[in-house]
């Protein structure tokens, strides 16, 4: 155990709909990343935040959001979700320093129909 | 931005034997390179990582090297074993850029009995 947490495991939705999906870091760990991890496009980063200010952004689609809330959890936001849409979405957290680990969540499978 | 690039993308191996991976990286700023082991349907967990300025790395059976000059880092497991089993995945990331993970696209590693 990570000590990271995500909801839902599994998320099964339809084209078009919109889903949330909310991760817990590690206590005292500010920075959240998220990644997509598809069957053909290996674990792409998508955003990065730390105590609540987004940090880094990686080719995420407009059509997704995040935020950071002020006791640290983030939520993934993904709307006008597409087939393609479909993956395993990793929450990861670290400390600040230049050289931590990075500690991934279980993920949440999203199924797209 | 960064660019990872990962071989061979499947290996197999006869237990006992040795298995090598083979990462690439396009940032010279890169500093961080972490390796990470991913069972199937399971998060990504750290085996072993390097920082920029030391050359190479173990912990047990697994080492890790790294050649700065040619941006190039291996990971190497020695006395294979059938819970090896696994993808593997190499990344890189630096400070200036959120700490966020650039991924290779990953080794399936199979170890025969």
């Known amino acids: 155990d990570s000590g990271v947490t995500q909801t839902p495991k599994h998320l099964i939705t339809a084209t078009g709909q919109r889903v949330t999906l909310r991760c817990s870091p590690r206590?005292?760990?500010?920075?959240v990343y998220w990644y997509q991890q598809s069957l053909d496009q290996g674990l792409q980063f998508l955003i990065q935040?730390?105590?609540?200010?987004?940090?880094a952004k990686g080719n995420i689609l407009e059509r997704f959001s995040a935020q950071q809330f002020p006791d640290l959890h983030s939520e993934l936001n993904l709307s006008s979700l597409e087939l393609g849409d479909s993956a395993l979405y990793f929450c990861?957290?670290?400390?600040?320093?230049?050289?931590?680990?990075?500690?991934f969540g279980p993920g949440t499978r999203l199924t797209v129909l | 931005g960064e660019n990872v690039e990962q071989h061979p993308s499947t290996l197999s191996v006869q237990e006992g034997d040795s298995a090598v991976i083979k990462c690439t990286y396009s940032?010279?700023?890169?500093?961080?390179f972490p390796w990470y082991k991913q069972e199937l349907g399971k998060r990504p967990q750290l085996i072993i990582d390097?920082?920029?300025?030391?050359g190479e790395k173990k912990d047990q059976r697994i080492a890790v090297t790294l050649n700065k000059t040619a941006k190039h880092f291996s990971l190497h497991i020695t006395e294979t074993q059938p819970e090896d089993s696994a993808v593997y995945f190499c990344?890189?990331?630096?400070?200036?850029?959120?700490?966020?993970?650039?991924f290779g696209g990953g080794t399936r590693v199979l170890v025969k009995p």
């Open positions: 390097i920082r920029s300025n030391v």
């Open positions: 935040y730390y105590n609540g200010e987004e940090r």
């Open positions: 940032d010279s700023a890169s500093n961080y």
């Open positions: 990861a957290s670290s400390g600040s320093g230049p050289y931590n680990e990075q500690f």
């Open positions: 206590s005292g760990d500010l920075s």
């Open positions: 990344a890189a990331s630096k400070q200036a850029a959120g700490n966020k993970l650039t």
